[in-house]
């Protein structure tokens, strides 16, 4: 075990040339960043978790509620004993030939079997209350953090000259402030990590999950490597875009579609010039070019870099989802559906009760299922089977 430990961090991989870890002890006249401080990481977003479901019970419902959104969820599927069996224990999505067994079993049109699944699947959707307690909690941390950056980074002399970053690399004391900064943007990316898998599912969880993963790597190396000047930069520009895609979907889930439009664009346009533009021209650059100038090569740099371009692939694929839905916005003068939607959702008429094929069947339909709901943002989806 020492001999893995001791090869994992080794200082030549980590570190510049001639310095050691010893040289980044924390003494009592300077403290550095200590791999050990990360831990205090987990507890804390134990606490930052435990924070949201206090924040969504006691001060979002009750802003929801207030804001006259939707409590209830989907429309429930009539019970039916074997199509619950087919979907519990066999497929949520039956292919033709269930489909036209299943009819003759029941004496149903496929048609009307079909819609049953649809709206079963939708029973394990969320409410629109719910989504909306989650982003009022994403909104409240991310106008938090982002404006706890700005004021810290309003007084280092790194914002507005990136090369400062490097000054004295990488015997930079850890300020307070920045350690603070740090943990709890650590803290808040471990507890999205676990949460993700209890949250309102979407299309792009698997991307998602790879951005968490991402993130949290990069807040881990860049402090244990001390580059937290430059990570401070990062994970401000970062959260600037974030509080407007919050606030945007909310607007959507108390039907201010106006405001929710309006939120949307600036969302989008926000979004591709701190992701599109000051990402690459400022951070990368500063990354890949001054740090190389002031320190030379060592190969911790190259992996640092690798992640932060992981990241910016990241960026161009959200973008070209967000340009495409902002098209579409303003071509047809309202965000149409949500391309991350979680939701199923049909443009045809939705039936409370199956048609039977018999010759004496009732039928009887209440209009749509009430499952066409979109969560405000990256609307390049219209109205489908499954949405």
């Not at 990590?193 to 299309?203: G, L, N």
Request: aromatic letters at 16%.
């Amino acid at each position: 075990m020492a001999g893995i430990l001791a090869w994992f961090w080794n200082e030549r991989f980590w570190l510049p040339h001639n310095v050691t870890w010893a040289d980044l002890q924390s003494t009592e006249e300077a403290a550095f960043p200590q791999a050990e401080d990360l831990y205090l990481a987990f507890p804390l977003a134990f606490c930052i978790f435990m924070i949201r479901l206090l924040f969504e019970r006691f001060i979002a419902k009750p802003c929801a509620l207030g804001l006259k959104v939707q409590a209830n969820g989907p429309q429930k599927a009539q019970p039916n004993a074997i199509l619950e069996k087919v979907f519990t224990a066999i497929t949520k999505h039956p292919d033709e030939k269930r489909l036209e067994g299943l009819s003759k079993q029941l004496d149903w049109d496929v048609r009307s079997i079909q819609r049953w699944f649809r709206q079963r699947r939708n029973q394990e959707k969320p409410s629109t209350l719910r989504k909306f307690c989650e982003s009022m909690w994403r909104f409240t941390f991310y106008l938090y953090i982002f404006t706890y950056g700005v004021r810290f980074l309003k007084k280092t002399p790194w914002l507005w000259n990136t090369r400062q970053c490097w000054s004295g690399y990488p015997y930079q004391p850890l300020m307070p402030d920045l350690h603070y900064y740090y943990i709890v943007e650590l803290s808040f990316y471990w507890s999205l990590m676990f949460s993700q898998f209890i949250d309102v599912k979407r299309k792009d969880f698997g991307i998602m999950f790879t951005h968490h993963i991402v993130t949290v790597t990069l807040i881990t190396f860049s402090y244990v490597t001390n580059l937290t000047r430059v990570g401070t930069l990062i994970l401000c520009l970062h959260d600037a875009a974030d509080i407007v895609l919050e606030a945007a979907k909310m607007a959507n889930y108390c039907k201010c579609q106006k405001l929710s439009d309006l939120l949307f664009l600036t969302f989008a346009v926000v979004f591709i010039v701190s992701r599109l533009g000051i990402y690459p021209l400022w951070i990368l650059n500063t990354t890949l070019f001054e740090l190389y100038e002031a320190l030379g090569n060592f190969p911790a740099l190259w992996v640092f870099n690798v992640l932060l371009m992981v990241l910016q692939i990241l960026h161009c694929f959200w973008s070209y989802l967000i340009i495409k839905a902002a098209y579409k916005a303003i071509s047809k003068g309202k965000v149409a559906k949500d391309a991350r939607s979680d939701v199923e959702s049909s443009s045809d008429e939705e039936e409370t009760v199956p048609r039977s094929k018999g010759p004496h069947s009732t039928v009887a339909t209440n209009g749509t299922s009430g499952a066409n709901g979109t969560n405000g943002y990256l609307t390049g989806a219209t109205s489908s089977e499954e949405h």
